[in-house]
């Protein structure tokens, strides 16, 4: 009888193994174990959607380059964003400019004792030997004091109120005009051969070479050219003049000429037939602004046409588009998602009253508006950085219909849920049922739609600064610094004016364009895992 009972016993403790075994088995996979299957949150599964998107990922990291660049890139810049770059340049600039006498020149104490009319009538009176004439009110006489040298008498004066010569009169020491008595005694003395003569109580000289010497002082000397600095603060001297006048003569078109505090300098004579005169430039070293300097250890992206360090513009241009762009869709989305939730929500007469507003907001011309509000500024010299506060309200106030209509259309299908009928039950205010349970389940949406939208905002504040509308000097944007291309010849020959904005421009906004449709992607729940 053991035999059987040893049997039933194996038998027996084979069966309680295989349960064992099994038990075993289910608890490996009880939900209740460390080792059950894991299951993601909504956040992580869109989390993992969106960093398995290569593309996305790739803008993700655009625009994180793009924001170092811009806001840390402009503190560790060794040069400030309206900072100026000079160098010194041998130019040959305009110094003096030569005419000679070949018809009268008019002396007098003032300009009004004998117009242009009375100047162009003693002409036709001197052809026709005629020996007064009329001009105006006044009837004028002359009489010939010598050669080529007139008086000209108003009425019955004894005293001439100007003179008719082709020789002028000038001061040897200083650019100050000489007394129109002055000149009077002077040139009637050398007309009549006179070696000296009396002004004002004082004996002056006339040398061989027409000098007039107070003393030792030569005070001033009679010639047929005219010599003139183009600088009023540029005093010519006699020598200068001579030296110049023989230069002309010799008709040499270039001399030199050693001043009292013994520098030389050079200078280049050029006839100019429009003025029937001679340019005299100078050849000498300028401080200039160093603009369009190409790129260099100094200057990695060169200057632009101000003399700024390109780079640094570059770095404060992102800073300030990247600002603009952030507060514009802010504000579009601050007004959108207040007037779609409402209007979502309520409905009704509401719900057609906001969305009349959003018509109007659609079918408002933003080009013009911008254009005739950037005039105004324009001509009220408003202050740039106002002028960007400005801006920045303008392209908000007049973008938020879309979020709006994007809010509205959402509501609409979420309130009718269970879970805003249960909210509803339990007495929970409106507003709080608006931007407590419906808003945050609009969120998603709206993340993608400020995305897309802040590449847009980009562009558009550039187009505006391109036209002279946006960001003004000194302030720097992507775009204004685009906008120094206005001339084919900074296009062709200074690429690194415009090819590292429009880079930055492009790159910044394809980047945003990605992650945006990455984000789209990643919070669609068709999508496939």
Known sequence: MAEPDEKAQAAIDEALAREAEAQAGSEEYSLSDDRRVKTLSPTALVVKRFLRNRVAMAGLIILAFMFIFSF??????????????????????QYAGVTRNTDFRYITENDSDFPSVARAKIVLALKS????????????????????????????????????????????????????AFQYAILLAATNGKTSFEYEGKTYTIDEAGSVMDGATEVAYASRYVIRAIMSDVFLTRMFKEQLV????????????????GVTAGYTISFDSATQGWSVMRSASSKVFDTYSPPSWEHPLGTDRNGMDMLTRLMYGGRVSLYIGFIVVFIETAIGVISGGISGYFGGWVDNLIMRIVDVFYCIPSLPIIIILGAAMDALRVDPQIRMVYLMLLLGFLGWAGVARLVRGQILSLREQEFMVAAEATGIRASRRIFRHLIPNVIPQLIVAMTMNLGTTIITEAT????????????????????????????????????????????TVLAFNLVGDGLRDAFDPKMKR
């Open 246 to 261: 023989e230069a002309i003569d010799a008709g040499e078109s270039e001399f030199h000429f050693t001043d009292e505090d």
């Open 72 to 93: 840390v890139g402009g503190v560790v810049s060794p040069y400030r964003e309206d900072q100026l770059f000079y160098r010194y340049d041998d130019q040959n600039k």
């Open 129 to 180: 030997g005629e020996p007064t004439f009329e001009a105006g009110d006044i009837t004028y006489r002359y009489e010939e004091v010598g050669e080529d040298f007139y008086a000209i008498y108003a009425g019955d004066g004894d005293y001439p109120v100007a003179l008719a010569t082709y020789n002028t009169v000038s001061n040897s020491l200083s650019n100050d005009k000489l007394p129109f």
């Open 464 to 507: 505006l600064s391109f036209l002279g509308l946006g960001v003004k000097f000194p302030f720097a944007s992507w775009g204004n610094i685009i906008s120094d291309v206005n001339e084919t010849f900074v296009l062709t020959n200074y690429w690194f004016i415009w090819i590292p904005a429009g880079v930055c421009l492009l790159s």
